[in-house]
């Protein structure tokens, strides 16, 4: 068995579905959403530490980019961010490499308890965001902006987001809501697929579903990252597949192998109808800014009827 996840992969380039799994895995240990400290932002803050790649891509989509002093090892969009400084990854940041660069602010994860304690014992002022939801991912926007006195371009962002959401919501409202799984990753045989995660109803792919116009497959609330055998798949029986498989070029990946497997499905409605499609898109795992651009993506897949 070959779990896709990381055979052949650059972990450099196809982080986020991994780090995304393990976000959620550790959200299941505890049943309380963490508190998301807060900074005094009187002063603009000058020097800021990004510790997640959904942090970095909003402060520079905001404007905030020229005072980011450091990023995570695994930040590379916008493509500014690879020649700043790295201060280590999402689950082992280093310290000492954040002392140095002396910030005034540091942005992170609510999931990142340990190292915001480590932060604030170092008097070290921190904010941390949430991107499990997509209201989270939208408030987020705003939070940084007005931490970072770019209040007017995070507004112009939330804008235009909503304009999306509302564009798509309307051409969907009255029509029939498919039942659809998305794939985050999946172990393989010889000749078939065997295990898949998917996104469950407790995170911000279950809202894309949603906002598309379709319904999730899965309908469990107790798993984020639910993971279904082939039996699990014909019972959900899904009517569209979307496998989020971004940057495939980086692997040694045949898209065309994997679609095949798929097609040993052929008593899943999605496979009979042809409704298997591949998300290639490197944003698809970034629960930044750009991951509205997947809305816009999935809705002609789960309605192509409509004109679009």
């Not at 915001?116 to 939801?133: D, F, M, Y």
């Not at 962002?157 to 009255?174: D, G, L, Q, V, Y």
């Not at 999730?216 to 989020?244: F, H």
Request: glycine share 4%; hydrophobic share 40%.
């Amino acid at each position: 068995m070959t779990f896709l996840v990381y055979k052949g992969l650059k972990m450099r380039r196809f982080w986020p579905l991994v780090l995304f799994v393990i976000i959620l895995s550790i959200a299941l240990i505890s049943t309380q959403k963490p508190s998301a400290p807060t900074v005094e932002t009187k002063q603009i803050p000058q020097r800021i530490i990004s510790l997640a790649p959904s942090i970095t891509e909003t402060l520079f989509a905001i404007g905030a980019g020229q005072q980011v002093v450091g990023v995570t090892k695994y930040c590379d969009f916008p493509s500014e961010t690879t020649s700043l400084p790295s201060v280590g990854g999402f689950i082992d940041p280093n310290i000492e490499a954040i002392v140095a660069l002396q910030p005034d602010l540091v942005v992170l994860l609510a999931n990142h308890s340990h190292v915001i304690k480590q932060l604030q014992q170092l008097h070290i002022n921190v904010l941390a965001v949430s991107n499990t939801s997509l209201t989270d991912i939208q408030q987020t926007i705003s939070t940084l902006g007005e931490a970072t006195h770019h209040q007017n371009k995070a507004k112009q962002i939330i804008e235009k987001i909503n304009t999306t959401i509302t564009s798509i919501k309307t051409k969907t409202a009255k029509l029939a809501k498919p039942r659809v799984m998305i794939s985050m990753g999946h172990s393989i045989g010889t000749e078939h697929i065997e295990q898949v995660f998917i996104a469950g109803q407790r995170d911000f792919y279950n809202d894309l579903i949603r906002l598309a116009g379709g319904t999730n497959a899965y309908e469990g609330t107790q798993l984020k990252v639910p993971s279904v055998s082939i039996e699990g798949i014909m019972q959900l029986n899904p009517e569209v597949i979307l496998d989020i498989f971004p940057e495939y070029d980086d692997h040694l990946i045949d898209l065309a192998q994997t679609l095949e497997r798929w097609h040993s499905l052929k008593y899943v409605d999605a496979i009979q109808n042809n409704r298997i499609h591949i998300i290639e898109e490197s944003y698809a795992t970034i629960p930044g800014p750009r991951i509205f651009l997947l809305l816009e993506k999935i809705a002609p897949l789960i309605h192509p009827e409509v004109d679009w």
